[in-house]
């Protein structure tokens, strides 16, 4: 899915959330670090879901749950497949995973809690949903898919059960279970057939379909939402199936008397039974029935998060290796669901298009309108300048990931208790200490190596250079003993804070008393 990243010299280093996502191996017990709460959230065949609570920054996750007697060995490779693409997903509707525990008899996926529980039992709930709604949820689902297939991943098993509800308030949602996802070339044709009858697309029943199978799984998704009802009713699979294959499927039930002709249309448009004239999801973004049903945020609530981030964008300065990797540890693994929340308003109101990142051009309009006191050459001179100070990985785009880091209230992410987590990641001795015995780390206990760095930073990538690690303690370490302390550590994020971010000089004679 991604290629190795070569790194020579520290500025080759590119940070993301990924690189935190810990698949822990077996001297790590998921009991030291999570509390488990004892309700079941939801089961099947591959185990069960609960919810558990983080020890240390006490916030609130669930966990997936999963026997290892019940997998099969053909399982235990898609499971570590899943974890992989999982780690280069970055989406605000697809699922966030933080780690992976095991142990003799199970495997243990943290992942975030969504308190709404699936779309599936919303659609029982309700019966229909009216257009407006499921227009929203339609439009964050092909926003998330769109996003997938821009990576060359395909689902292959959309259905309202893989879709939780975030917020029930807003009907956030959030895509589900990639145990069944493939990574595929540019014109390549996938074989095996998955899927679950309902959705499944014609093609991938015949053993030859590319993407596009996801498409008629959310038109068979949307087909449900507005009618309540499924397009190819039956009492087995096999009857499923056998409607399915035919392609036939009818607006003249009940149900559709009152529904839009560009809603059916649209149905029409995601569920051609030729694969070639289907939409793509990129188009389905752009349909009339999505731009008129569900249009873009402009309440009170998303204009202020979004002027709330475009300040905190305009503070964010962060050029140290060891500091970018603290800030995306602390956001992606450490931030609550409040901070979380505010982030994904200002992320959405700005993408425009959809896509799951904010282009330049996406910015820009997006400073047009908050700040509409400043001429177009200052306001493209500032985006400008801000896009490329977000955009950490330099690929032209920012993700959702580093728009989070860049834009998060600097003195949420500086408390305390998420440095010392932030350090301990770092220094793996006392990260582990800490789990096992609880116990809060005094300041200026511990340190961290250049080779702790590497464990945690180096993960998948070549490099030519181990010169680079000693490069990052450099930017650092004040007293040039060739470690981190957590009180240089602590300097250089309140560095941060203050907007004072300058190469420290090694000759310990240059501290002074105000350094500490």
């Known amino acids: 899915m991604t290629r190795t990243e070569e790194v020579n010299k520290k500025e080759d280093l590119k940070v993301n959330k990924g690189v935190f996502i810990k698949q822990h191996d077996k ?91 699936e779309l599936f039992d919303e659609i029982v709930s309700r019966g229909k949903f009216e257009e407006k709604d499921a227009a929203h949820i339609l439009k964050q689902l092909l926003s ?138 990129e188009q389905a973004l752009q349909d009339p029935w999505i731009l008129h049903k569900a249009p873009e945020l402009q309440d009170l ?56 990142k904010i282009s330049r051009e996406e910015l820009i309009d997006g400073y047009k309108k908050i700040y509409e006191h400043m001429s177009e050459e200052a306001i493209i001179e500032e985006a400008d300048r801000l896009f490329k100070i977000a955009d950490a990985d330099g690929n032209g785009e920012i993700d959702y990931s580093e728009w989070q880091i860049a834009t998060i209230n600097k003195y949420d992410v500086l408390q305390e208790e998420k440095l010392q987590n932030a350090f301990k990641l770092f220094d793996k001795v006392l990260y582990l200490i800490f789990y096992q015995v609880q116990t809060q780390l005094q300041d200026g206990s511990g340190s961290i190596s250049a080779t702790e760095i590497k464990d945690v930073l180096g993960v998948g990538k070549k490099f030519g250079n181990d010169k680079v690690w000693e490069d990052i303690i450099k930017e650092v370490d004040i007293n040039g003993d060739g470690v981190i302390s957590y009180d240089e550590f602590k300097i250089m994020m309140t560095k941060f804070l203050n907007n004072e971010i300058t190469v420290i000089q090694k000759d310990p004679a240059n501290i002074t008393e105000n350094d500490h």
């Open 301 to 356: 609530k998303s204009f202020e998060a979004t002027s709330e981030a475009l300040q905190n964008l305009q503070k964010f300065r962060a050029e140290q290796k060891l500091q970018q990797a603290a800030l995306t540890f602390i956001v992606c693994q450490l931030s609550n669901k409040e901070e979380q929340d505010r982030l994904y308003q200002s992320f959405k109101a700005l993408d425009k298009n959809s896509d799951g």
């Open 27 to 117: 001297s790590s017990k998921f009991s030291d670090v999570y509390i488990l709460d004892e309700n079941v959230l939801g089961s099947g065949g591959y185990g069960y879901v609960q919810k558990c609570q983080h020890k240390v920054s006490k916030q609130q996750r669930a966990v997936k749950i999963m026997k290892k007697l019940n997998i099969q060995k053909q399982e235990h490779i898609r499971l570590q497949y899943e974890i992989e693409i999982l780690k280069n997903l970055d989406h605000p509707n697809i699922l966030r995973l933080y780690e992976v525990f095991e142990d003799k008899k199970q495997y243990y996926l943290v992942t975030e809690l969504c308190q709404g529980g």
């Open 144 to 281: 998330a898919i769109n996003y997938c297939h821009k990576k060359s991943v395909c689902h292959r098993d959309l259905k309202p059960e893989n879709l939780l509800i975030d917020d029930s308030e807003n009907m956030t949602i959030k895509v589900i279970d990639f145990g069944t996802s493939q990574v595929y070339a540019s014109e390549e044709k996938m074989e095996l057939v998955l899927g679950t009858a309902y959705y499944i697309a014609p093609e991938v029943l015949l053993g030859k379909y590319d993407q596009k199978c996801d498409i008629w799984s959310i038109g068979v998704i949307l087909y449900i939402l507005l009618s309540g009802e499924p397009p190819f009713p039956g009492n087995s699979d096999a009857e499923i199936i056998k409607k399915v294959k035919a392609g036939k499927y009818y607006f003249t039930r009940p149900a559709w008397k009152n529904r839009s002709n560009l809603a059916k249309q649209f149905i029409s448009k995601l569920m051609n039974v030729d694969p070639n004239e289907r939409l793509t999801a």
